[in-house]
């Protein structure tokens, strides 16, 4: 099995590792992430500057399987999906190159059609995660009505840009193009390991 096949394994493996089924199973995720640590750490340090910046919220969401490479990052400013990504971009998913336009008039309708209307009086920019989930309708056909959005984050640096660079690609990201940019891996990435952390890189040197 090729690197690039072994982290795609690895992917869905970590995915479906989110999945609980009870309050100890929630208690135990939330102590072993490393970016719920992080998150906390900032807001805690935030907390001591201004108090009022303290709000925290804890969701609980139903489960649905979700599939990794069906998952896109957008990037929305002054009120328009101006960029849109593979988030899981360091493997190649030959399904994202060949329905590629398919994918995008999906996530394209969900953003005009829903996620707009209910953020428009909020805020201007944000980045929004959507997952094209594969319940069917009664014809098997995959709508927009297949697009999820999993969260919303905020429109600045500290939010990983994907296949986006905040300060290369600052023109597209502040909406600089008329149409909207969709970026996906097109061929598999070689050096795909300098790209993982020491303990993902390790399962990924194991034998077959």
Not at 27 to 40: A, G, P, T, V
Not at 129 to 141: A, G, P, R, T
Not at 156 to 177: R, V
Request: proline residues 3%; aromatic residues 14%; charged residues 25%.
């Amino acid at each position: 099995m090729d690197n690039n096949l072994k982290l795609q394994s690895l992917l869905f493996a970590a995915t479906d590792l989110l999945r609980v089924n009870n309050a100890w199973q929630v208690i135990e995720r939330f102590c072993w992430s490393e970016r719920i640590y992080q998150d906390f750490n900032l807001a805690f340090t935030q907390s001591e500057v201004n108090p009022s910046n303290w709000h925290e919220n804890f969701v609980i969401r139903q489960w649905f399987d979700l599939r990794p490479e069906l998952e896109f990052r957008g990037f929305v400013f002054n009120q328009r999906l101006v960029a849109l990504s593979q988030y899981n971009h360091i493997c190649y998913y030959e399904e994202i190159v060949q329905r590629k336009d398919h994918f995008f008039n999906l996530i394209n309708e969900s953003f005009n059609n829903v996620v707009k209307p209910r953020l428009q009086n909020y805020c201007p920019n944000y980045v929004v995660d959507f997952v094209i989930v594969e319940f069917k309708n009664e014809h098997k056909i995959v709508t927009s009505e297949n697009v999820m959005v999993i969260e919303i984050n905020p429109f600045l640096p500290s939010t990983d840009g994907a296949l986006f660079s905040w300060n290369n690609d600052s023109a597209i990201l502040e909406g600089k193009n008329d149409e909207t940019i969709f970026r996906i891996r097109t061929v598999v990435e070689l050096s795909v390991k300098a790209l993982l952390t020491l303990e993902w890189r390790h399962i990924i040197d194991k034998d077959d």
